[in-house]
């Protein structure tokens, strides 16, 4: 089941799209893709608002191959029925390209992520998306100079942020939005206003 509630039209500059993904193990070369999730976000002056309605979460399914590792179902809880219930993996990731449009793609540690669509979209004969990315692990060090942390788990912690279900893509995607809420902050103060300001910093272009 794709859960898609709000389908966007047309693309807003103001918007950007913070995702997540779950897969069968940490090799982005050899394990395979999961799940999905993703929520919208909108810039709005010196906030970032999240927008519940634009959201998208599936998880895919598993055509064939050796039984669903028991210690990677508990860590994400998607079971072998949930597996074999999910959505054909080239509409899903159609429908995800669908709901991201052009905007900026966000996460943490996206490397992993942006490798496990790319892999999963190639197998379909699909092209790999052509947005921008932005890791939040690469941004949140700039605005925290004197701050040691390198988990996502670090960083939520250091603003007081908690999970409903740490390693479940929707959970961790909405999370993570509400970190680049707290860190938009801090960068608004140093006079950024827009997506590409914001990466310019992160990435010291």
Not at 4 to 13: I, L, M, N, V
Not at 15 to 34: H, I, K, N, T, W
Not at 150 to 160: F, H, V
């Amino acid at each position: 089941m794709i859960w898609w509630p709000w389908r966007r039209r047309e693309e807003d500059a103001a918007r950007a799209v913070v995702l997540d993904v779950e897969s069968s193990g940490l090799d982005p070369e050899r394990d395979d893709l999961q799940a999905i999730a993703a929520v919208g976000v909108e810039r709005r002056g010196s906030r970032v608002v999240i927008r519940p309605g634009d959201s998208f979460d599936v998880v895919l399914r598993r055509e064939s191959g050796a039984p669903p590792d028991k210690s990677n179902i508990l860590l994400h809880g998607i079971g072998a029925g949930a597996q074999r219930a999910g959505i054909e993996a080239a509409e899903a990731l159609e429908a995800f390209a669908d709901h991201a449009g052009t905007a900026l793609l966000i996460g943490f540690h996206v490397a992993f992520d942006r490798r496990m669509i790319e892999r999963a979209s190639r197998a379909v004969g699909r092209p790999r998306p052509a947005n921008r990315w932005l890791d939040l692990a690469d941004l949140a060090p700039v605005l925290h100079p004197g701050v040691r942390a390198t988990a996502l788990d670090d960083w939520l912690a250091l603003y007081g942020i908690t999970v409903a279900q740490r390693h479940a893509a929707a959970s961790d995607a909405w999370a993570t939005a509400e970190l680049l809420q707290r860190l938009w902050l801090r960068a608004a103060d140093q006079g950024v206003r827009d997506w590409r300001a914001l990466a310019a910093l992160a990435y010291g272009e």
